[in-house]
């Protein structure tokens, strides 16, 4: 078996991986990124879309914003819509007075790469971590089948697992590590549709038939949810019926209608939470997906990768370079009030879009609701300051 070495290994090159990996690169430290995907796939995987402000001046911090900023744009405005009406909220005149920044998860990840290669940085794509051995130990190593099938070993000093909830990291993890898990009884079917945004605002939609999003990504894609029965196949729905539910459920005939096209790609997410304490067991350490999992109904998982990526490489900067390892040592106090902050905001934008008892579509919602919550949401300025920092903030 070939064995190979790093200071840090990093398994996954999503936006924590790929933000830790430049910054320990900037930082001088030697660390390989191993992606069990081609460049290709990692480069196109459509996934989140909104950057929180903390996660834009992360970004500017370190020199990783310049494709953002070109080709991103600001967002500040939800709308939500009932059968009995809409309001909207212009949550960047609310809470703390920020914005989102719109731009798609693939586009960040296209640039990450390309910055941590062109400074010289070493990605190893078709790497698929096989397990992570002697975490408890000083010298822990990963076995990697690459893509010709042949197996190498890395040896390490630190691993940095940010491979997702079903990555090498979690299974490496001993049976004492805390585990919650949280099934949200929802589904969402995923839709990217080829079509410009017909919002100028985030568009939530409770319907008795079941939840509908309308989030916008670039000017001629926009990303769809509509709410399905668990179990649904992703194909199940003809694009005919997509549009006839999208419709209804959002109003177009009352509202206006929605700009159609083709749909390039559509996924079922069944939302789920999970957390794992602590976030470090002797030389790994987790950060993003693999540190926790959060549903998409706030759009808070890839902005918890951001912040948790830059408190783990100034930790392990600080470690490998200057024998301090008072970061290390408290990473995980520092990272779980925000990942605790973002699930119960999560959790309260699940019962707010689908309501707190029967969560699959029903024929009406419970009496009362969801005039109640909205009502409270758009008449409150209390309660639109509260929202507003949560869901700008991390």
Same mark, same amino acid.
């Given at each position: 078996?070939?064995?190979?070495?790093?200071?840090?290994?990093?398994?996954?090159?999503?936006?924590?991986?790929?933000?830790?990996?430049?910054?320990?690169? %900037?930082? &001088?430290?030697?660390?390989?990124?191993?992606?069990? =995907? +081609?460049? #290709?796939?990692?480069?196109?995987?459509? @996934?989140? *879309?909104?950057?929180?402000?903390?996660?834009?001046?992360?970004?500017?911090?370190?020199?990783?914003?310049?494709?953002?900023?070109?080709?991103?744009?600001?967002?500040?405005?939800?709308?939500?819509?009932?059968?009995?009406?809409?309001?909207?909220?212009?949550?960047?005149?609310?809470?703390?007075?920020?914005?989102?920044?719109?731009?798609?998860?693939?586009?960040?990840?296209?640039?990450?790469?390309?910055?941590?290669?062109?400074?010289?940085?070493?990605? %190893?794509? &078709?790497?698929?971590?096989?397990?992570?051995?002697? =975490? +408890?130990? #000083?010298?822990?190593?990963?076995?990697? @089948?690459? *893509?010709?099938?042949?197996?190498?070993?890395?040896?390490?000093?630190?691993?940095?697992?940010?491979?997702?909830?079903?990555?090498?990291?979690?299974?490496?993890?001993?049976?004492?590590?805390?585990?919650?898990?949280?099934?949200?009884?929802?589904?969402?079917?995923?839709?990217?549709?080829?079509?410009?945004?017909?919002?100028?605002?985030?568009?939530?939609?409770?319907?008795?038939?079941?939840?509908?999003?309308?989030?916008?990504?670039?000017?001629?894609?926009?990303?769809?949810?509509?709410?399905?029965?668990?179990?649904?196949?992703?194909?199940?729905?003809?694009?005919?019926?997509?549009?006839?539910?999208?419709?209804?459920?959002?109003?177009?005939?009352?509202?206006?209608?929605?700009?159609?096209?083709?749909?390039?790609?559509?996924?079922?997410?069944?939302?789920?939470?999970?957390?794992?304490?602590?976030?470090?067991?002797?030389?790994?350490?987790?950060?993003?997906?693999?540190?926790?999992?959060?549903?998409?109904?706030?759009?808070?998982?890839?902005?918890?990768?951001?912040?948790?990526?830059?408190?783990?490489?100034?930790?392990?900067?600080?470690?490998?370079?200057?024998?301090?390892?008072?970061?290390?040592?408290?990473?995980?106090?520092?990272?779980?009030?925000?990942?605790?902050?973002?699930?119960?905001?999560?959790?309260?934008?699940?019962?707010?879009?689908?309501?707190?008892?029967?969560?699959?579509?029903?024929?009406?919602?419970?009496?009362?609701?969801?005039?109640?919550?909205?009502?409270?949401?758009?008449?409150?300025?209390?309660?639109?300051?509260?929202?507003?920092?949560?869901?700008?903030?991390?």
């Amino acid at each position: 078996m070939d064995e190979r070495t790093a200071d840090v290994v990093i398994l996954g090159a999503g936006p924590a991986g790929l933000v830790l990996a430049n910054l320990l690169r %900037r930082d &001088g430290v030697d660390c390989v990124v191993l992606e069990r =995907a +081609d460049r #290709e796939h990692v480069q196109t995987r459509a @996934r989140a *879309g909104f950057l929180a402000a903390n996660s834009v001046r992360v970004l500017d911090r370190h020199g990783l914003s310049a494709g953002l900023h070109e080709r991103g744009h600001t967002h500040h405005t939800c709308e939500f819509r009932t059968e009995e009406g809409r309001f909207r909220l212009d949550y960047s005149g609310l809470g703390l007075g920020e914005q989102h920044t719109v731009y798609p998860q693939q586009h960040l990840v296209t640039d990450l790469l390309a910055q941590f290669l062109d400074s010289g940085g070493q990605v %190893r794509f &078709g790497a698929e971590a096989l397990a992570v051995h002697d =975490a +408890d130990g #000083e010298r822990p190593s990963v076995s990697v @089948r690459e *893509g010709d099938g042949t197996t190498t070993r890395w040896r390490a000093r630190y691993v940095a697992g940010c491979d997702g909830r079903h990555g090498a990291a979690r299974t490496a993890l001993p049976p004492t590590t805390r585990y919650q898990h949280r099934d949200h009884q929802v589904s969402w079917l995923g839709l990217l549709v080829e079509a410009p945004p017909s919002l100028d605002a985030v568009g939530y939609a409770v319907h008795p038939r079941g939840f509908a999003g309308h989030m916008a990504r670039t000017a001629t894609t926009t990303r769809y949810y509509l709410q399905c029965e668990r179990g649904t196949p992703a194909d199940a729905w003809s694009e005919e019926r997509i549009w006839e539910e999208l419709d209804l459920r959002m109003g177009a005939q009352k509202y206006g209608p929605l700009h159609r096209g083709p749909v390039i790609q559509r996924t079922v997410v069944d939302l789920q939470s999970d957390l794992l304490e602590p976030l470090r067991h002797g030389s790994l350490l987790l950060a993003g997906d693999a540190a926790s999992l959060l549903s998409p109904s706030a759009a808070k998982g890839a902005n918890l990768a951001i912040l948790e990526a830059e408190l783990l490489a100034g930790a392990l900067a600080d470690d490998l370079l200057r024998a301090d390892p008072r970061g290390l040592d408290t990473y995980s106090e520092r990272c779980l009030p925000y990942i605790h902050r973002a699930q119960a905001f999560s959790r309260w934008m699940i019962d707010l879009l689908h309501g707190p008892e029967g969560r699959d579509p029903a024929p009406a919602p419970p009496r009362g609701w969801p005039r109640a919550d909205l009502a409270s949401l758009r008449d409150s300025r209390a309660e639109q300051d509260w929202f507003a920092e949560h869901y700008v903030g991390v």
